[in-house]
């Protein structure tokens, strides 16, 4: 009898990381597979604030969940785990009722500040974590650098490395590496590094005159998630610094872009820039690089481990490196081109096939 495995995770949409990674290494399973898609905000803005209706919608899918325990009899449990308090509350409660139905719980950590948003919580909410990391028999973190964020909660044997796959359909889009065009994928938000870089742009902007950006991500104003970083408003600064400097042509703003749109989107691009204060195995800078991108991005997460070091890795907050970082690369062609090579050849090791392969080996030990 073939192994059943039940999937309680977000897969989309909206669509951002965790979503696209999750409809990768779902796409294929070599055992009976059952999925029930938590994702029902509306927008990526709405992930991780209270409403009435996200109540509402949040307890049916409970109530879904409780009845595909009882009726599908699954072997293993799949869950994504959060870095919020509110976050642990739902996965408190979540692993609390799936635990008696399952034999194993694999669980999926695919941020990188889950120990600083640990370290920062209160009592309750440290209780509750410790509870449910015990009843999880297996933690998938996205690359041996994040392991550390377990340190003293969980066994390094129930830590098991997997990366984000590439997907398939970004190795064949060709860039337009020849030009000048800075592709940003993230949250339009102050975490994201989407403020710094609106501050940087006017220079960049005076220098280089064809220079354009493609933004595509939603605007978020109050960080629900990277609490530790000060909110400043897009707008406000998108309008200090670009509509005041008469700026505001260079732009291209999209959302939720998939298929064939997006491939046509991304096939603009010539540098990929994402100066993040908080990523884990970003889906956005893997995605460059199999589109065959330089990359300007911070050393936070797995980014150092997984980008060649020719890449510009920056300090998050650093607004003079992402200056020179920009110039540096909009000025030389030849640089543009050597790295595009790189990193698409370096984007190949995280190949869907291949990662899908390393997470389905975890629900075989």
């Not at 294929?28 to 927008?43: F, R």
């Not at 096939?267 to 990523?279: D, G, M, N, Q, R």
């Not at 790295?339 to 389905?360: G, H, M, P």
């Amino acid at each position: 009898m073939r192994k059943r495995v039940l999937a309680f995770v977000p897969m989309g949409p909206p669509y951002a990381g965790p979503e696209v990674s999750n409809s990768l290494l779902l796409k294929e399973c070599p055992y009976e597979l059952k999925v029930i898609n938590t994702s029902y905000q509306k927008s990526n803005a709405d992930k991780g604030k209270l409403s009435l209706r996200g109540v509402y919608v949040w307890l049916s899918m409970l109530l879904k969940l409780i009845l595909e325990l009882i009726k599908f009899r699954a072997d293993y449990f799949y869950y994504n785990l959060s870095a919020t308090s509110l976050g642990a509350l739902k996965d408190f409660i979540v692993i609390s009722i799936a635990r008696p139905f399952v034999g194993i719980i694999v669980a999926h950590m695919r941020g990188g500040h889950f120990r600083i948003f640990y370290d920062s919580a209160n009592l309750l909410i440290k209780l509750l974590v410790r509870w449910y990391l015990v009843k999880c028999d297996r933690i998938i973190v996205q690359s041996e650098g994040l392991k550390s964020q377990f340190k003293g909660l969980v066994p390094d044997s129930r830590l098991i490395v997997v990366p984000n796959p590439a997907p398939d359909e970004m190795f064949s889009i060709t860039p337009n590496i020849s030009g000048e065009n800075i592709l940003f994928v993230g949250h339009l938000s102050k975490a994201k590094g989407w403020i710094d870089l609106l501050k940087v742009l006017p220079d960049i902007f005076r220098e280089f005159p064809e220079c354009k950006v493609i933004a595509v991500g939603s605007k978020i104003k109050d960080e629900t998630n990277i609490k530790w970083v000060k909110n400043e408003d897009p707008d406000e600064v998108f309008n200090e610094y670009i509509n005041q400097n008469g700026f505001t042509d260079r732009f291209e703003f999209y959302e939720n872009i998939i298929g064939d749109k997006k491939i046509e989107v991304f096939k603009k691009a010539s540098i990929f820039v994402l100066p993040s204060y908080s990523e884990g195995f970003s889906m956005a800078v893997l995605e460059a690089m199999a589109l065959g991108l330089p990359i300007i991005t911070t050393n936070v997460g797995a980014l150092p481990e997984i980008l060649h070091s020719e890449n510009f890795i920056i300090n998050p907050g650093d607004e003079e490196s992402l200056r020179e970082a920009l110039r540096f690369l909009l000025k030389d062609p030849a640089l543009r081109h050597r790295l595009s090579r790189i990193n698409k050849q370096n984007a190949k090791r995280f190949s869907e096939e291949r990662v899908r392969e390393e997470f389905w080996k975890v629900f075989s030990k």
